[in-house]
Each structure stands twice: as C-alpha cells, then as structure tokens.
Nanobody, 117 residues
C-alpha cells in the first residue's frame, strides 16, 4: 500500500515563506513523477509544480520564480519551497505521485496553506 503524507502547511503573512514536505512509503519512489496540486475553496484542483523521475521540473505560471519543487530519492521525499507568498496562494496543497507506464497514481491527504495578514 502506497502512502503519501503531506506536512508543512500553516498560516503565514503575505511575503512570507513555507516549505511543504511529502514523505512516500510502500513504493519505488524514484520511479514516480511527483507533483504538488492545490485547491482553493470553490475552485478546481490545479497543478502547482511537478518534478519527473529524472529531475525535470514544470511550474504553473502563477508560481514561477516564487516556488521551487525538489526531491530527495534517498529520503523518499518531495518538497515545495514557497517564497513571496500571496493571499491567492491560500489553498489545500496535495502531494501527487504518478507513474504513467504502470498506470498508478496516488494522493496525499492535503495540507492547508493560508496566506493572510
């Protein structure tokens, strides 16, 4: 059974920083593309950033230059460093693991990020 545990959310003032972590267990972590998605109240879940198994990264336009996704395969963990946070970044952030070839996809439980003064 694959488990993804998202941590690191919280309340931060505009302009502040947070680092989210997602720890994976029960699978070959290095074989999965890892991503972060977010869902704000009343909105659809949207892609924030993704990092492939080889380390290539892709970002939503709204977070480019402010967020950085990284992975540590030795620790089975993916991170999302979020800087210069804005109120519009407020959402529940979800970790995602995907292996298209195996037809497998998993989600974390989500962690709340609130950006407010």
């Amino acid at each position: 059974q694959v488990q993804l545990v998202d941590t690191g959310g919280g309340l931060v003032q505009p302009g502040g920083s947070l680092r989210l972590s997602c720890a994976a267990s029960g699978t070959i972590f290095s074989r999965y593309a890892m991503g972060w998605y977010r869902q704000a109240p009343g909105k659809q879940r949207e892609l924030v950033a993704v990092i492939s198994s080889s380390g290539l990264t892709t970002y939503a336009d709204s977070v480019k230059g402010r967020f950085t996704i990284s992975r540590d395969n030795a620790k089975n963990t993916v991170y999302l460093q979020m800087n210069s946070l804005k109120p519009e970044d407020t959402a529940v952030y979800y970790c995602n693991a995907k292996n298209i070839g195996w037809g497998l996809e998993y989600w974390g439980q989500g962690t709340q990020v609130t950006v407010s003064s």
